[in-house]
């Protein structure tokens, strides 16, 4: 395991390596993580640089906003807006949390002006390529089955 940032290991044959074995990366830059869609729901999986293995769900919060408004003229604060998207995301992750916590990740909230999110993180060995290819698929052989 590594302690998110293994100095021996660097984040280009990683990333070079998932993109050739793992198919539907979105584009990035070299220096940024790497991201996939996931079936389920508003699921995103990522790789980061630092050595993580994150399983996201999250919401703009403009496009919380239009979901609200609903056409009407009505300005919601960021506060409410935020409040809001907490309680939807809410619903959207109960269905996956049990089996994310007993897979070791450990959950976080991470919010901004702009969205918020809620992210499972794992630790993940970039020494291990194969072993991080194994986690990726099953991950999302995880979100495209029907949850128990």
Known sequence: ???????TVSWEPVRDHLLKHVPGWFSSSPE???????????????????????????????????????GTAEDLGSDELAKQ???????TVSKHRRRLLTDGFAERIEMNDEFVAILFEQPVDFQDLPALVSSIQQARSRFSATPS
């Open 1 to 7: 395991m590594n302690d998110n940032q293994d100095s």
């Open 32 to 70: 940024e993580a790497l991201t996939l869609q996931l079936d389920d729901d508003e699921w995103l999986l990522e790789v980061t640089p630092i050595g993580l293995l994150v399983c996201q769900a999250g919401y703009m919060l403009e496009d919380m906003e239009s979901i609200l408004s609903d």
């Open 85 to 91: 998207a907490k309680f939807y995301l809410q619903q």
